[in-house]
């Protein structure tokens, strides 16, 4: 029976229309029985989507750069190796890969895209989530926040910081006027500014669609945004506001630029 997995400290709360939509993806977009093969999570956390696809009868497994979960809590999730980097999994091991708004923290996207293809199968498909550069998530008087440290337009204008460094002061002038995220509350502005200057220059790198595009391309030798099918099946705001408008074609191209999109790597078989 698959383990249960600590929610409460999650920095984001689970989703459930995520494995409903999931188990979708993968019987849609890479037309096979999600039953019947063998799934990687990458990115997993804590491994909650692993869990719930596993309690649908999915051979879900899970890997990530750190180990959110208890160290001996599953056999299925394991940590990614860094040095040099590489998924814990055997060439042309798996089916479908997913990741799940991860794309945003890795700084060699390529590498993680050399990785996926090796692991797949001839035939297999990897599908992911990912936030857009121009992501829109309003925050305290209604500006625009990055997600994590819900710092105003950060992602905007640095949405590299490990190669083009945010200014502390920016941090520190934001951190000042209350912005922050629900785990700095009790924290004083230098303290604030200080994990947020760390959290973008490790963890953060917000490319263009366009970026995506070409290395997928490069290493897969194609790439696919089905952004109408993901609007007209995801569950959400943006999706609910899509799926009532009129004029699909622009509203599906801001909503591409400002919300969260899909793309879908296949490997040949």
């Known amino acids: 029976m698959p383990q249960e997995f600590r929610d409460t400290t999650?920095?984001?709360p689970f989703e459930p229309q995520l494995v409903p939509l999931t188990l979708k993806m993968i019987e849609e977009l890479a037309g096979k029985d999600p039953r019947k093969i063998t799934v990687v999570d990458v990115g997993c956390?804590?491994?909650?989507?692993?869990?719930e696809l596993r309690n649908n009868s999915v051979d879900?497994?899970?890997?990530?750069?750190?180990?959110?979960?208890?160290g001996d809590c599953s056999p299925y999730l394991r940590p990614i190796e860094m040095s040099p980097y590489r998924l814990p999994y055997d060439d042309e091991s798996v089916d479908v890969v997913i990741s799940n708004t991860i794309l945003e923290h890795?700084?060699?996207?390529?590498?993680?895209?050399?990785?996926?293809?090796?692991?797949?199968k001839p035939g297999g498909v990897a599908i992911h989530t990912l936030p857009s550069r121009w992501f829109v998530q309003p925050g305290k008087w209604y500006l625009p926040v990055e997600p994590h440290i819900r710092v105003p337009f950060v992602h905007f204008f640095w949405p590299r910081p490990?190669?083009?460094?945010?200014?502390?002061?920016?941090?520190?002038?934001w951190?000042?006027?209350?912005?922050r995220s629900p785990y700095q509350k009790d924290k004083q502005p230098d303290e604030v500014a200080r994990s947020n200057a760390e959290?973008?220059?490790?963890?953060?790198?917000?490319?263009?669609?366009?970026?995506?595009?070409?290395?997928?391309?490069?290493?897969?030798?194609?790439c696919e945004y089905p952004t109408d099918w993901f609007l007209r099946n995801a569950y959400g705001g943006a999706a609910r506001l899509y799926q009532k408008l009129p004029l699909k074609k622009a509203t599906r191209w801001i909503l591409k630029q400002t919300r969260i999109s899909l793309m879908v790597q296949r490997k040949p078989g």
Do not use: Q
């Open 10 to 12: 999650e920095p984001f």
């Open 45 to 51: 956390g804590y491994g909650r989507l692993v869990n």
């Open 60 to 70: 879900c497994h899970g890997c990530d750069v750190d180990e959110f979960w208890d």
């Open 106 to 120: 890795v700084h060699d996207h390529p590498a993680l895209y050399r990785e996926i293809k090796r692991i797949l």
């Open 162 to 173: 490990a190669t083009k460094k945010v200014p502390y002061w920016y941090f520190k002038l």
């Open 175 to 179: 951190a000042k006027l209350g912005f």
């Open 199 to 222: 959290y973008c220059a490790t963890s953060l790198c917000y490319l263009p669609h366009s970026t995506h595009v070409r290395m997928s391309r490069e290493i897969f030798g194609n």
